[in-house]
């Protein structure tokens, strides 16, 4: 389990926290984004204790999102702690965390979200869209960004089908977003769509 970490708010709508998982060798990362509905939080890893006060004072949890079945990471806990459901596309294996609320491609849990579905990347991803503070985009595996690699693709031994993936990620175009957020990496803050375009482009 990683050490529980402090969040940041890097838009008046949105929160980031991060912190190394030594098993995995990598950055695990989380998000919450503030709806009129309340606060979601996504594929959240621990938090300390002061900063789920600061999270509680911000507003009211509404729920929790995954957005692949290796994201569960700690949800079960906040979902009890918040008592929220916990919202994800994909069935889990063996049914580790009961009372799931499935969300399908076009569906969300509030109007201010948007879910899109990302094939070929891992079981069930997904990709939340919010039109708000110019755009936001969060996403799970299917991109990345962290240090060595820089802003890429999942990559190909970790897919299930990494052309299929990169058709995939397209839709995304279809929205206009300043900001990405990953479940592994670094957000990235401004000029969100043509980053994506350029490295789906290069990548043709």
């Known amino acids: 389990m990683t050490a529980p970490a402090e969040f940041q708010q890097i838009a008046p709508n949105l929160f980031f926290w991060q912190s190394y998982d030594s098993q995995v060798k990598a950055d695990l990362s989380s998000a919450a984004i503030a709806t009129p509905k309340g606060i979601f939080l996504v594929d959240p890893i621990p ?17 929790v ?12 806990q906040f979902s009890t702690l918040f008592s929220v459901p916990i919202y994800a596309r994909a069935a ?10 499935e969300i399908k491609d076009g569906t969300a849990p509030c109007d201010a979200l948007a879910v899109i579905a990302i094939d ?17 985009l969060i996403i799970g595996d299917a991109l990345i960004n962290f240090e060595p690699h820089g802003f890429m693709f999942l990559p190909r031994k970790y897919c299930s089908n990494q052309k ?10 279809a929205y206009k977003f300043e900001s990405i957020l990953f479940a592994h990496g670094t957000p990235i803050l401004s000029q ?13």
């Open 92 to 101: 889990f294996p063996n049914n580790a965390t009961p009372g799931i609320t």
């Open 120 to 136: 070929g990347a891992a079981p069930g991803e997904i990709a939340l869209y919010s039109a708000e503070h110019r755009g936001v």
């Open 47 to 63: 938090l300390t204790d002061p900063a789920i006060d600061q999270l509680r004072q911000t507003g009211a949890v509404a729920g």
């Open 65 to 76: 999102i995954v957005t692949n079945v290796n994201h569960l990471r700690v949800s079960a």
């Open 164 to 173: 299929e993936m990169r058709r995939s990620l397209r839709k995304l175009l």
């Open 192 to 204: 969100g769509t043509g980053r994506l375009r350029q490295l789906l482009d290069a990548g043709a």
